[in-house]
């Protein structure tokens, strides 16, 4: 088995310092195969035997909730927008061409 540390983890060491684990260079996040260590890291929330389910860093979880945020304000933008054009096209006026010279 393997386990997946969080991104900003760059070595573990566990029990005395001369067991080690670092992150490769050029590889994302930190992996470990090692059958003293996974038992040990298995219930560490900044571990996952689950590459799909690796913890994310603080960093990480704000920049979500930040896009997660925009895409609400422009869902929400582009509703309002429709809602617009719906209420034109009810009062039976044409809907303003966009990015026609006047
Ligand atoms: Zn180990």
Not at 20 to 48: Q, V, Y
Not at 62 to 76: L, P
Request: aromatic fraction near 4%; hydrophobic fraction near 30%.
């Amino acid at each position: 088995m393997t386990i997946y540390g969080r991104s900003d983890i760059d070595s573990i060491s566990i029990g005395d310092a001369d067991h080690t684990h670092e992150r490769k260079k050029g590889d994302g996040n930190i992996t470990i195969t090692c059958a003293f260590c996974e038992p040990r890291l298995i219930n560490d929330p900044m571990w996952s035997s689950n590459p799909r389910e690796i913890p994310l860093t603080p960093d990480e979880v704000h920049d979500i909730e930040d896009a997660q945020n925009n895409i609400s304000r422009f869902e929400a933008m582009r509703i309002a927008e429709d809602a617009r054009a719906a209420a034109d096209m009810l009062r039976g006026d044409t809907p303003k061409a966009r990015g026609s010279a006047r």
